[in-house]
């Protein structure tokens, strides 16, 4: 069993910037592939971005491609989501999720799933 837990969502201006976390325990990241999830209210939940277990081949959604960094440290169980000239429309819960079978954009693929951070984007 793997547990995750998201943090770092906060109000944040538009163009402002803000780093998500998310701290993972139980067993180690290594073997998991990683990603960001987010779910606005009244929509579907929708990736963000994804990261394969060893860091090398990172994937975004073409909304937040140019302005979102996914990495991971594997030594301390972590993986982040660097937000940059955030916008109003990229206010939702992030939702980190975990799986052993490999990077995907879709969400019934991930085993795994942290409680969620709210980021709003105030105009």
């Known amino acids: 069993q793997v547990q995750l837990v998201e943090s770092g969502g906060e109000l944040v201006q538009a163009g402002g910037s803000l780093r998500l976390s998310c701290a993972a325990s139980g067993r180690t990241l290594l073997l998991y592939a990683m990603a960001w999830f987010r779910q606005a209210p009244g929509k579907e939940r929708e990736f963000v971005a994804a990261i394969r277990s060893s860091g090398g081949s990172t994937y975004y959604a073409d909304s937040v491609k140019g302005r979102f960094t996914i990495s991971r440290d594997n030594a301390k169980n972590t993986m982040y989501l660097a937000m940059n000239s955030l916008k109003p429309e990229d206010t939702a819960v992030y939702y980190c999720?975990?799986?052993?079978?490999?990077?995907?954009?879709?969400?019934?693929?991930?085993?795994?799933w942290g409680q969620g951070t709210q980021v709003t984007v105030s105009s």
């Open positions: 999720a975990a799986n052993r079978a490999g990077s995907s954009t879709d969400h019934t693929r991930y085993a795994y």
